[in-house]
C-alpha cells in the first residue's frame, strides 16, 4: 500500500508564504479538487472545488476552525477550511486533518462530498481544540490502560500498524482490541482501588470473534524518571508508526477525541505498571449479557470481584497469544 508520503507534502502550505485564495496549491497528487491555500488575513486554510452547485449549510461553532461553503463562477462550489488559531502545534494538527481528510473523502462528489468532508472534520474537533478541558478520572485511568496495552503489548505482538488497526479506540464499540480471530477488553486500575472489574454495557462480553479476553492493568503513581505517562506512551506509538502516515492519521483519528481532552497535568502525571493479567471470557465466566437478563432490560452497569475470576487466568504468554490471534 501506498504511503501518504506518495500523496502529500509533509508542509502543504510551505510554498504559500504568501495571502494566495481564491488560487492556491494542490493538496493531493490524486485528486485535483483538493487545494490549500492562505486568505488576506495569512490564515492557512484548505478547500474543496466541486465542479457543480452545492447548497450545503455549513456546521458553526467548531473550536479552532472555520467551515465556509460558497458558490464559485456561478457553476461551481468550495468548501473552505480556515485554521483561526495562530499556534504552531494547531498548525501541525491542521495538515493531518487536511490530508486525512482529502484521502477518505475523495471517493465522493457533489452533495455527499461536502457532507463527508463536514462529518470528517466534526470527527476531528476535540484535536484541534486550542484549551483542554481535562479527562474525568475514569477516562484518564482508562486512557493510561488502552495506551499501555497498544504501545507496550500489541506493538510488540504484531506489526505496528496492524496494532493501529486492530486497536479500537475510546469509541463507545464492545471491545477495545479487536484482532482476526479474537477480540480483548482492556480494564485498567490503579493499586488500592477495589478489585473489582466495573463493567458498563450489557454488550461488554458479546464475542466478535472464535475467542473474547479480558486484559487487566494495575499500575502505580510514581515520579517521572521511571513510570510511564499518558505523553510517553502516546509518543511511543507515534514513534512507532514513523514515516506510515497513513497509520499515523489512523492513530490520531482513534485517540484525538480523549488524548485532545487531556490536560498537562494528566498529560505528564507518570504510572508505573503493578501487574499485567489476562483471562478467558468463556462458559461460566460471571458476566450479563443481553441474552442473559430478563426481556425488558436494555442497560446494565454492575462490578465483577477480581477473586471470582482466577480460574480464567490464562497461563500462556499473553503476547503469544495476541500473536496468534
Known amino acids: ?24 496549491r494542490q493538496l493531493y497528487v490524486n485528486d485535483d479538487r483538493f487545494w490549500v491555500s492562505r486568505n488576506e488575513s495569512g490564515q492557512i486554510l484548505f478547500f474543496i472545488h466541486e465542479k457543480e452547485v452545492v447548497n450545503v449549510r455549513a456546521i458553526e461553532n467548531l473550536a479552532g476552525v472555520e467551515l465556509e461553503v460558497s458558490h464559485f463562477n456561478g457553476h461551481a462550489s468550495r468548501m473552505i477550511c480556515t485554521l483561526t488559531v495562530d499556534e504552531d502545534q494547531l498548525k501541525d494538527k491542521f495538515a493531518i486533518v487536511a490530508k486525512d481528510v482529502a484521502y477518505h473523502c475523495s471517493q465522493y462528489s457533489g452533495v455527499q462530498l461536502f457532507l463527508k468532508v463536514q462529518e470528517r472534520i466534526k470527527s476531528w474537533a476535540q484535536f484541534l481544540k486550542p484549551v483542554s ?19 507496550e503489548v500489541l506493538m510488540d505482538s504484531v506489526p505496528a500498524r496492524d496494532a493501529v488497526r486492530f486497536w479500537v479506540g475510546p469509541d463507545g464499540k464492545k ?108 462458559e461460566g465466566f460471571p458476566s450479563l449479557t ?34 496468534n490471534g
Open 133 to 151: 478541558s481535562g479527562l474525568s478520572h475514569a477516562e484518564f485511568v482508562g486512557l493510561w490502560g488502552e495506551l499501555y496495552a497498544v504501545s
Open 290 to 323: 443481553s441474552q442473559k437478563v430478563p426481556a425488558g432490560v436494555v442497560r446494565a452497569m454492575y462490578d465483577i470481584s477480581i477473586s471470582s475470576i482466577s480460574d480464567f487466568e490464562v497461563s500462556e504468554d499473553i503476547k503469544g497469544i495476541i500473536s
Open 175 to 282: 471491545q477495545d482490541i479487536t484482532l482476526n480471530t479474537m477480540a480483548i477488553e482492556v480494564k485498567t486500575s490503579l493499586s488500592g482501588d477495589p478489585k473489582v472489574i466495573k463493567i458498563s454495557s450489557l454488550d461488554q462480553w458479546d464475542k466478535s470473534g472464535d475467542e473474547l479476553y479480558l486484559l487487566r492493568v494495575v499500575a502505580s503513581p510514581c515520579g517521572e524518571e521511571v513510570g510511564l505517562s499518558l505523553k510517553d506512551l502516546y509518543e511511543r506509538c507515534l514513534g512507532e508508526i514513523s514515516g506510515d502516515g497513513a497509520s499515523e492519521a489512523l492513530f490520531l483519528q482513534k485517540i484525538s477525541q480523549l488524548y485532545g481532552k487531556a490536560d498537562k497535568f494528566q498529560l505528564n502525571d507518570a504510572f508505573l505498571l503493578s501487574s499485567l493479567s489476562m483471562y478467558r471470557v468463556g
Open 1 to 24: 500500500m501506498s504511503d501518504y508520503k506518495d500523496f502529500f507534502k509533509d508542509d502543504p502550505w510551505s510554498e504559500l508564504s504568501d495571502p494566495a485564495y481564491p488560487s492556491g
